[in-house]
């Protein structure tokens, strides 16, 4: 089936009612016909609801609709992207090992590695997303996963797959894609060789700004990478948390299963069924937004480019754009709404930002509504000179996330605010 169809109907079969809309599933439990019935949900015997910490019927449409677009088995929902990105990690790497993670990155994810899972013993190794090779003198025997965003936000570069995918195999390490601008509409990871996407739901999956969630995919056959690699010694060995189970046994996709039976089991950011409910509504729709996010950015790109005031212009699809040829090779249909430029100083940024009228200032991207940021006094204020420069946040950078209103009204309040 194509993705539009997949997007309206994927993961829901109708229920007794013959309900159009997907239902939402407000339920803590779930009634156990007797407690055979019980024990084998518990052992796995048999799948079904058990508590919706771990399951819930509106979160599994979810699951299953987000999986099928992206071409992966299976999905696991999330409370936020942060929480599918720390699950993502944690779920491979222990006190003593280290990861490795693009430096360019949403600055949630740079404090989380540098910072947060630092205390928990995890090391991070960074390397320059432009100059994937860096990766290679990183890797040891205690490697557990590479992570990099398809598209970065704020710098909007375009991550080399193929070159990732490459020094990660031949090293038998797990690949983790934030895929959140690339969206699966644009971007394909699983057809590039990645094992592993990550999403934050709260931007072009819900669309319309309205609720925070995550969501992490596995590719097909990712048991293949994992069995019998000592890298990652416990899916292959007994789980004494889960009575001896042992995850490259069971035949189930591994990685998704035990995010929900070990890490939301014990540590519990699961999604709320209603949220799951607004997630679906989204992607009914994503497939149609981001062919209009995506040509309307190109277009204020190009405008951009031509404007006096604006010293260099990041977007991918602009053929000037030094991403442009990677992003022909990962990208169909377009190059998401997210583009970022630079004007000469924070001054004038902060102008800019403080003038437009279509666009608000907020922090946020993949809305309908157009949004305007700028990051080095807001998204990354945390980060240190140094780890902005590296970041690639100058302070005359302003980052616009495109929203669906009108073209021209966009382009016009642009122009107006850039004077
Ligand atoms: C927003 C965002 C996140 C974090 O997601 P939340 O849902 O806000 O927790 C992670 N990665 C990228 C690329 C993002 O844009």
Same mark, same amino acid.
């Given at each position: 089936?194509?993705?539009?169809?997949?997007?309206?109907?994927?993961?829901?079969?109708?229920?007794?009612?013959?309900?159009?809309?997907?239902?939402?599933?407000?339920?803590?439990?779930?009634?156990?016909?007797?407690?055979?019935?019980?024990?084998?949900?518990?052992?796995?015997?048999?799948?079904?609801?058990?508590?919706?910490?771990?399951?819930?019927?509106?979160?599994?449409?979810?699951?299953?609709?987000?999986?099928?677009?992206?071409?992966?088995?299976?999905?696991?929902?999330?409370?936020?992207?942060?929480?599918?990105?720390?699950?993502?990690?944690?779920?491979?790497?222990?006190?003593?090992?280290?990861?490795?993670?693009? #430096?360019?990155?949403?600055?949630?994810?740079?404090?989380?590695?540098?910072?947060?899972?630092?205390?928990?013993?995890?090391?991070?190794?960074?390397?320059?997303?432009?100059?994937?090779?860096?990766?290679?003198?990183?890797?040891?025997?205690?490697?557990?996963?590479?992570?990099?965003?398809?598209?970065?936000?704020?710098?909007?570069?375009?991550?080399?797959?193929?070159?990732?995918?490459?020094?990660?195999?031949?090293?038998?390490?797990?690949?983790?894609?934030?895929?959140?601008?690339?969206?699966?509409?644009?971007?394909?990871?699983?057809?590039?060789?990645?094992?592993?996407?990550?999403?934050?739901?709260?931007?072009?999956?819900?669309?319309?700004?309205?609720?925070?969630?995550?969501?992490?995919?596995?590719?097909?056959?990712?048991?293949?990478?994992?069995?019998?690699?000592?890298?990652?010694?416990?899916?292959?060995?007994?789980?004494?948390?889960?009575?001896?189970?042992?995850?490259?046994?069971?035949?189930?996709?591994?990685?998704?299963?035990?995010?929900?039976?070990?890490?939301?089991?014990?540590?519990?950011?699961?999604?709320?069924?209603?949220?799951?409910?607004?997630?679906?509504?989204?992607?009914?729709?994503?497939?149609?937004?981001?062919?209009?996010?995506?040509?309307?950015?190109?277009?204020?790109?190009?405008?951009?480019?031509?404007?006096? #005031?604006?010293?260099?212009?990041?977007?991918?699809?602009? #053929?000037?754009?030094?991403?442009?040829?990677?992003?022909?090779?990962?990208?169909?249909?377009?190059?998401?709404?997210?583009?970022?430029?630079?004007?000469?100083?924070?001054?004038?940024?902060?102008?800019?930002?403080?003038?437009?009228?279509?666009?608000?200032?907020?922090?946020?991207?993949?809305?309908?509504?157009?949004?305007?940021?700028?990051?080095?006094?807001?998204?990354?204020?945390?980060?240190?000179?140094?780890?902005?420069?590296?970041?690639?946040?100058?302070?005359?950078?302003?980052?616009?996330?495109?929203?669906?209103?009108?073209?021209?009204?966009?382009?016009?309040?642009?122009?107006?605010?850039?004077?």
């Amino acid at each position: 089936m194509h993705e539009q169809t997949l997007a309206i109907h994927a993961g829901y079969e109708k229920d007794a009612q013959g309900t159009m809309a997907v239902p939402i599933y407000m339920s803590t439990a779930y009634e156990f016909r007797d407690t055979e019935h019980a024990a084998n949900l518990f052992a796995l015997k048999e799948l079904g609801n058990i508590y919706t910490r771990l399951m819930n019927p509106t979160t599994d449409v979810f699951e299953k609709r987000f999986a099928a677009l992206e071409g992966g088995v299976a999905a696991v929902g999330t409370a936020s992207g942060m929480a599918a990105i720390f699950y993502a990690i944690a779920n491979v790497a222990e006190a003593g090992d280290n990861i490795i993670v693009a #430096k360019q990155v949403y600055g949630g994810t740079t404090t989380l590695t540098g910072h947060t899972i630092k205390r928990f013993g995890i090391e991070t190794r960074y390397f320059d997303v432009g100059n994937p090779s860096e990766i290679e003198a990183l890797v040891d025997d205690k490697t557990k996963i590479i992570l990099f965003e398809s598209i970065t936000n704020p710098s909007v570069d375009v991550a080399d797959f193929d070159a990732i995918v490459a020094i990660a195999n031949k090293h038998n390490i797990l690949t983790c894609v934030d895929n959140t601008v690339g969206t699966p509409i644009l971007c394909k990871p699983f057809e590039h060789g990645v094992d592993l996407s990550v999403h934050s739901a709260s931007k072009y999956t819900t669309g319309q700004g309205l609720a925070i969630g995550g969501v992490i995919v596995e590719r097909h056959n990712l048991v293949e990478k994992i069995k019998g690699n000592a890298r990652y010694a416990h899916f292959n060995e007994p789980d004494a948390s889960y009575h001896g189970l042992v995850y490259s046994d069971v035949p189930l996709p591994l990685f998704t299963l035990r995010v929900r039976l070990a890490l939301l089991r014990d540590l519990g950011a699961a999604p709320s069924p209603f949220n799951s409910w607004l997630y679906i509504q989204g992607l009914e729709t994503l497939p149609l937004r981001m062919k209009q996010h995506s040509s309307s950015a190109l277009a204020i790109a190009e405008f951009l480019e031509a404007h006096p #005031k604006v010293k260099k212009v990041n977007y991918p699809g602009l #053929k000037s754009d030094s991403n442009h040829a990677l992003a022909q090779k990962y990208f169909k249909n377009g190059y998401s709404g997210l583009l970022s430029f630079e004007v000469e100083d924070t001054e004038t940024a902060q102008k800019i930002a403080d003038s437009t009228e279509i666009f608000s200032l907020v922090v946020n991207i993949g809305d309908s509504k157009s949004i305007i940021t700028h990051p080095a006094s807001t998204t990354h204020q945390q980060l240190s000179a140094q780890e902005l420069i590296e970041a690639g946040v100058p302070g005359g950078l302003v980052r616009l996330s495109v929203g669906i209103e009108d073209t021209q009204d966009l382009i016009n309040d642009l122009a107006r605010a850039l004077g």
